[in-house]
Structure formats: structure tokens, C-alpha cells
């Protein structure tokens, strides 16, 4: 089993939607988990952390369930600008050591 | 100019060559990555140092070697390519402490193919 598994996608939507990626990681002890963007061939962004209590970047909302071992991106408001492939990753044990999924890809259209 | 540099961008070399590839970096972070993509399979950790005298191998680190010749420069060799080392490859650096050394800065990274 990976480490961190994600749908590859890609999720087409239109301007204007709601879309939503789900992720899980299998090592329990993982302490931090992130959101990167990653635009086509470029290099990885940090989006945004995710926290146990959920936060919410504008129209990015990331959630934490460490019971399920499961963590979401919410984007609301979808622009074509969003278009890109958003990676899952998470830290476990050593610091700054992370652990990427493969990407969900979005494409957003007119 | 850029904060994480990598050179080549792109480079085609022939099984059996010895290549390197080279990271430098201007935002005074101690720690630095080398990492590689194939489609499908995600970004894997090659070999990672924390600071100049620390060197790590990281998830697939067989057929590669590194050095960090100094705080902002680590470069990452093949002794010997083959096929199967063809991917993209990206070069990130995090700062040390707090909650902030959890955020990697990548490279714009260097397309390697080996025919």
C-alpha cells in the first residue's frame, strides 16, 4: 500500500464549481500534512498546511481527520487559473522528510 | 533572478555516462533534496543533507551519489546512467527550525533522458 494515495483524476469542471480531493496516508504516527500545487511541468508549490481543526486559505479549504487517516482540498469558486495537479503530502518522523502522493489533476474550463 | 536554480534543464546522455546534476540556492537553507519524478509514481526522495556535513540516502538512492560542496550548493551524480533513470528531476531546499522547515522550495528541475 503507498504511503499517501490519491485519486489521479483528472477532474474536469466548470468555472465557477466546487471541487473537492480526498486523500489518505497509511502511517498513523504522521505528524504534518500539506497541500502543493503543481502546475504542468514546473516544479511543486506549497499551497497550503493542513491543521486538525481545518483552516481555510480564501477559496481553498483543507481538512484533517486523523482517526480515518484522511485529508481533503475544498476549492470553491473554481477559476481556469486553478487548473493544475494538487499534491498530498505528509510528514512523518524526521523533520522537513516528505512523503508526496501522485497528484489529483484538475482541469478547470469555460 | 531565482531563489533555487538547477542546471541542465534538459539533458539527453547515452547508458553508461556519468552525469551530474547541479542545485544552488541564495535562500541560506541549510537543508537541501534531491528528488525524482516518473509519471504515476510521484516524487521520490533520492538523497537529502541537512547541512554541509551531513549526507542522507533517501527513498531510492541506488545508482545515484551526491555532494554538498558547500551550504548552498548540492549536486547530485549518475556514475553510470541507464534507461530506467529517465525522470524528472528536481533539486528543494527548507529552512531548520520551527514550522517552517517543513516547507520545501524545489528547483525549476532538470528532464533527464538516458537512451
Known amino acids: 500500500r503507498k504511503e499517501v494515495e490519491q485519486d489521479p483524476g483528472p477532474f474536469n469542471v466548470p468555472e465557477g464549481a466546487t471541487v473537492a480531493f480526498n486523500c489518505t496516508y497509511s502511517?498513523?504516527?504522521?505528524?504534518?500534512f500539506f497541500w502543493y500545487r503543481q502546475d504542468c511541468r514546473k516544479e511543486p508549490k506549497l499551497l497550503m498546511s493542513v491543521y486538525s481543526s481545518g483552516n481555510e486559505d480564501g477559496r481553498f479549504t483543507a481538512q484533517l481527520n486523523r482517526a480515518s487517516q484522511y485529508i481533503s482540498l475544498l476549492i470553491r469558486d473554481s477559476k481556469l487559473s486553478d487548473s493544475a495537479t494538487y499534491l498530498c503530502?505528509?510528514?512523518?518522523?524526521?523533520?522537513?522528510?516528505?512523503?508526496f502522493g501522485t497528484g489529483t489533476r484538475l482541469q478547470v474550463t469555460l | 533572478d531565482a531563489d533555487v536554480t538547477q542546471t541542465p534543464r534538459n539533458r539527453i546522455t547515452k547508458t553508461g555516462k556519468r552525469i551530474m546534476l547541479e542545485c544552488s540556492q541564495t535562500k541560506g537553507h541549510d537543508r537541501m533534496y534531491w528528488y525524482r519524478q516518473d509519471p504515476g509514481l510521484g516524487l521520490r526522495l533520492i538523497y537529502y543533507?541537512?547541512?554541509?556535513?551531513?549526507?542522507n540516502k533517501g527513498e531510492i538512492s541506488d545508482g545515484y551519489s551526491v555532494s554538498r560542496q558547500a551550504q548552498a550548493k548540492f549536486s547530485l551524480s549518475l556514475e553510470s546512467a541507464i534507461p530506467n533513470q529517465t525522470a524528472l528531476y528536481f533539486c528543494?531546499?527548507?529552512?531548520?527550525?520551527?514550522?517552517?522547515?517543513?516547507?520545501?522550495?524545489f528547483g525549476p528541475g532538470t528532464r533527464l533522458t538516458v537512451t
Open positions: 543533507s541537512f547541512d554541509v556535513k551531513d549526507i
Open positions: 503530502v505528509v510528514s512523518t518522523g524526521t523533520a522537513s522528510k516528505l512523503t
Open positions: 528543494a531546499t527548507s529552512d531548520r527550525d520551527g514550522t517552517s522547515s517543513y516547507e520545501q522550495y
Open positions: 502511517n498513523s504516527a504522521s505528524q504534518s
